[in-house]
């Protein structure tokens, strides 16, 4: 798992100590040693605060370096999308969190209703 690699890679570039970090999100220095050495992952409570304390968003800490190089390239990477799904994803990381479940859900929504009415006007129709 790459998560004790990365928080260290990041308290390295924050040239702070574990402990500091451990003070930072309500943690034992010994605690922080083990998230970063034993393979031991944090409490929910303690994940959540890590991007105010690191500045790094959660998912950073799960990536693998190659994750990190894709997400560098951007949507660029990813064959086969044509420049209207690349437009759109980029949009879609601009909005904050609850927005995107917004857009996720009325999305939903209307493909919903897209295929009701899909339904009611042609699948429901019996030929004469």
Known sequence: MNFGKRLQQAI??????QAELGRRVGATAQSVNGWCSAGILPRKEILEQ???ATGRPVYWFFMTDEDEE?????????????????????LFDKLLPDDQLNMINVYRARIEELEAWAKK????????
């Not at 006007?121 to 004469?128: N, S």
Request: glycine share 2%; net charge neutral.
């Open 70 to 90: 894709l997400l560098k390239k951007g949507y660029s990477a990813i064959p086969n999308l044509s420049e209207e799904q690349r437009t759109m994803l980029a």
């Open 12 to 17: 390295d570039e924050m040239e702070i100590s």
């Open 121 to 128: 006007h042609f699948i429901d129709k019996k030929p004469l």
């Open 50 to 52: 890590l991007p105010k």
